[in-house]
């Protein structure tokens, strides 16, 4: 079955980096897009970066030349690195692939 385990999330300052990490089994992983999706409180949860089979990238305009999506398909592994963290990307952060199978959150905190 197709399993998603998010990791790399916590408390960081302002301006600060974080690298999430979503592990995934049960399919072959380099045949399909990657999702990082989140989700603030009290607002809909929304894409905020896709990487495709072949290594295509989309970004939420809100994070583009802050974030950015990679994948190891050796490690069947996908990456997003952010950076210049602000309080506004505070939300729990969510791995997807194909629009149905999801990880377990990790939250990610932004504050001084």
């Known amino acids: 079955q197709v399993q998603l385990v998010v990791s790399g999330g916590g408390l960081v300052q302002p301006g600060g980096s974080l690298r999430l990490s979503c592990a995934a089994s049960?399919?072959?992983?380099?045949?399909?897009?990657m999702n990082w999706y989140r989700q603030a409180p009290g607002k809909e949860r929304e894409l905020v970066a896709t990487?495709?089979?072949?290594?295509?990238?989309y970004y939420v305009d809100s994070v583009k030349g802050r974030f950015t999506i990679s994948r190891d398909n050796a490690r069947n592994t996908v990456y997003l690195q952010m950076n210049s963290l602000k309080p506004e990307d505070t939300a729990v952060y969510y791995c997807?692939?194909?629009?149905?199978?999801w990880g377990q959150g990790t939250q990610v905190t932004v504050s001084s």
């Open positions: 997807n692939t194909r629009g149905v199978f």
């Open positions: 049960g399919f072959t992983f380099s045949s399909y897009a």
């Open positions: 990487i495709s089979s072949g290594g295509s990238t």
